[in-house]
């Protein structure tokens, strides 16, 4: 288990575990999660990372994070903080003993830069990319009969939106992502269920543009595997667990897919 004290002015403090992480062998074998949502006040999510890293991966090939692996990143600035410097030590023990790490932007943390993929040992990874053959997303630009979730992501990605943002001081920054965590609440409790899950027409058009049969995405919190036929040929989709519920991952072992949930 991590650690965590608390100083005289209450702020907690995090250490990294004494833990060796070492390969066991060599395999064909990838592992891929999203919407882990870590943060300090998740400490059931935090030690089940802890155990997904230390029993699930060992061995891996390759480690895929396709968005949401914290609840909110406000700059690589930040990356050196006392709970995220413990979360980046964790991948950069992994990278170190063999398994390659590929980080993809959510719409949570796509503030992610260079420094947090240098610091953890990994990649950063395009929203999408095909990587051996499986199409790789967030999923979230698959939900496209939410109309407001859109624009609102147009402009989050925009440059200009992004430069203002980082510009501020870190504590401002962490209030103001505090404060559209609690609008954003509000506006999902609104919504109709149905236009926050993926639009069929998408998925099918991303299967032709990327030339491929299989699908990895997360971010809709709807975990289970869709099969569907596009164009005459047999397509696969996987939709990864989130960590406000149960959690979990996918493995692909010499392209043999097992959806896990714990």
């Known amino acids: 288990m991590y650690r965590s004290s608390r100083s005289s002015s209450s702020r907690r403090r995090w250490s990294a575990p004494n833990r060796r992480l070492t390969q066991l062998y060599p395999s064909l074998r990838s592992l891929y999660i999203s919407d882990l949502h870590l943060s300090e006040e998740r400490s059931e999510a935090n030690e089940r990372f802890f155990r997904f890293v230390e029993q699930d991966v060992k061995g891996a090939d390759a480690l895929y994070v396709l968005g949401d692996l914290f609840e909110y990143w406000i700059g690589d600035e930040d990356v050196g903080s006392s709970f995220n410097a413990v979360m980046v030590g964790f991948f950069r023990r992994l990278a ?76 401002e920054r962490r209030a103001v992502v505090h404060g559209l965590r609690e609008k954003s609440k509000e506006v999902i409790g609104a919504k109709p ?55 979990g991952y996918l493995e692909i072992t010499k392209d043999k897919p097992k959806l896990v949930r714990w």
């Open 96 to 171: 170190d003993a063999g398994t390659k790490l590929y980080f993809m932007h959510g719409n949570r943390d796509f503030l992610f830069g260079e420094r947090f993929a240098r610091a953890a040992g990994g990649k950063l990874l395009a929203d999408p990319s095909v990587m051996d053959g499986v199409l790789l997303m967030h999923g979230d630009t698959l939900c496209t009969d939410d109309a407001d979730y859109q624009a609102w992501r147009r402009k989050a990605r925009s440059a200009e939106f992004q430069a203002d943002f980082l510009a501020k001081p870190l504590d």
């Open 193 to 247: 269920a149905d236009i926050m899950d993926v639009n069929e027409g998408a998925v099918r058009e991303a299967f032709r543009r990327h030339g491929v049969t299989r699908m990895v995405h997360g971010h809709t919190h709807r975990p289970g595997v869709h099969r569907l036929e596009v164009d005459g040929k047999r397509c696969e989709r996987f939709v990864l667990p989130d960590w406000y519920g149960r959690g």
